[in-house]
């Protein structure tokens, strides 16, 4: 047998004499070599987590028009070419127009976007309903659909009405043109609005009228919808009078005259020539308690359709997972081009960088902590050892054992001990490293195979430090006073 056999051989029965100290000792290692490689583990893979997580608060990139140019999505695209591939999460472009929802007497802000990456840079997005599926349908802001009162599959009539040079051109006297349908609304009872759609002919005459009392009573109210009540405004001219010229509903007599006031009121609602008027369904309400419930979002073939263009945009909103630092690095080089200015959002970046920053330092200062403890731990096991084991390292060196035998020897134990604590202890770490993402951060993490060399030599080198005091204890225990009387 060669002396390093004989010396494992010795150092395994060592252990194996004391295995209940040794057990403590090992576990001690283990225990610290699972948290030290689970946060090790979760150090490394922060960064990817958090940057998901940050994800879902939106863009954290903006795409603006250059100087003196304009916004179009090639210029976009050739912008975005910079961002590595796999780093860019999502590019979701705005086109701002405002539209006129004439039958409500509303006029609102309306984004047309790309639905598909809408989802992507804007994951918060809470919709009672489904997105848009085709260019006839909107998804409608909670504000708004509470304020003019639209409901899931409802339609929505939105009108488009350039810049008009000369307002007045086409209208006659009444503020109204003829052959043209107008729009009005009205207080009704309760508070609840009753609006109204009038058409004239070619004569000025009242040739239809259609209502929509949907926040009236549906039994005593909901009768003035009726053909019964809405003849009686054909053939008569604008203005009309309840009881002249009109009939009230019998029982329904305030939202009777709400419907005349409102008819009266669309005298004053000429559309601009050239407005353009398409019927669209709600397919979902947005609730996100931000400023986006106060928009109406449509695609942005919808939008070309009903106000035109189709390339320029306001706006490109991007989604990257990268830091601060990377993600300044990008938009210094899109600026570089001048074509398109790159903004950061200051609000996601700024709050990723301190919370990464923060969750990484917490993590090495719990590795330390636990590092430091499992070194007292082996460490008070060792002195333990050596108490109990001082008659025999009396006897050895009377019988000629060396001092750098014995420390030899404590020191293989260490080793030993840090090897199989360091080597179970990694695999545990994975296992505690993937129970922490899934439950905090609702992703698995991928198994590093660099983490098992790297834990079993902390836990020999921990190991090694805590047998120093020991081991200094031990070869300076004098044989002659250990063996006194034996």
Do not use: H
Not at 107 to 128: C, I, L
Not at 148 to 153: A, D, K, Q, Y
Not at 194 to 201: E, Q, T
Not at 310 to 324: I, R, T, Y
């Amino acid at each position: 047998m060669n002396r390093r056999r004989m010396f494992l051989r010795m150092v395994t029965a060592s252990l194996l004499r004391r295995r209940s100290r040794m057990l403590v000792a090992l576990l001690s290692i283990a225990i610290g070599a699972t948290i030290l490689s689970g946060l090790i583990t979760i150090y490394y893979d922060v960064p990817r987590q958090m940057g998901a997580q940050f994800r879902g608060y939106g863009a954290n990139m903006i795409l603006l028009p250059g100087d003196g140019g304009e916004l179009t999505i090639e210029a976009a695209q050739d912008a975005m070419s910079v961002i590595e591939r796999e780093q860019l999460i999502g590019a979701s472009p705005y086109r701002y127009v405002r539209l006129d929802m004439v039958s409500r007497q509303q006029s609102f802000m309306a984004a047309g976007v790309d639905f598909e990456q809408v989802r992507r840079t804007s994951p918060y997005f809470n919709v009672e309903g489904r997105y848009p599926e085709n260019d006839r349908e909107v998804l409608v802001g909670k504000f708004i659909a509470d304020t003019i009162g639209v409901r899931l599959n409802g339609v929505m009539e939105l009108t488009y009405q350039p810049a008009a040079e000369s307002p007045s051109e086409g209208l006659r006297e009444g503020g109204f043109a003829p052959g043209e349908v107008l729009s009005g609304g009205a207080e009704g009872w309760n508070g609840g609005r009753v609006y109204v759609s009038v058409k004239i002919d070619g004569d000025g005459f009242i040739e239809s009228v259609e209502v929509d009392a949907s926040s009236q009573t549906p039994e005593i109210g909901g009768a003035c919808e009726t053909e019964d009540f809405t003849s009686r405004f054909i053939g008569k001219k604008l203005p009309v009078a309840l009881g002249v010229d009109v009939d009230a509903i019998t029982g329904a007599t305030v939202t009777s005259a709400a419907v005349v006031e409102a008819v009266n009121n669309a005298s004053a609602s000429a559309a601009v020539a050239g407005s353009k008027t398409i019927n669209y369904t709600v397919s979902g309400i947005l609730d996100t308690g931000g400023d986006e419930e106060g928009y109406v979002f449509l695609s942005l073939d919808g939008m070309a359709a009903l106000a035109g263009g189709s390339g320029s945009l306001d706006v490109m909103e991007l989604s990257v997972s990268a830091a601060q630092d990377e993600l300044e690095r990008y938009a210094s080089i899109i600026n570089e081009g001048g074509a398109v200015a790159a903004r950061l959002v200051k609000r996601v970046t700024r709050s990723e960088t301190a919370v990464l920053s923060r969750l990484q330092a917490l993590v090495f200062l719990v590795t330390a902590v636990v590092l430091l403890l499992t070194t007292i731990c082996v460490s008070t096991t060792m002195m333990a050892v050596i108490s109990e084991s001082r008659k025999e390292i009396g006897l050895r060196k009377a019988l000629g054992a060396s001092d750098g035998g014995i420390r030899s020897e404590f020191i293989g134990e260490a080793l030993l001990l840090g090897i199989l604590g360091g080597a179970s202890g990694a695999l545990m770490g994975f296992a505690f490293a993937q129970l922490v993402s899934v439950n905090v951060f609702g992703s698995s993490i991928t198994f590093q195979p660099m983490l098992l060399p790297v834990a079993v030599l902390v836990s020999m080198a921990v190991t090694c430090v805590s047998c120093l005091l020991p081991i200094k204890r031990a070869v300076a225990i004098d044989p002659a006073l250990v063996l006194k009387g034996e």
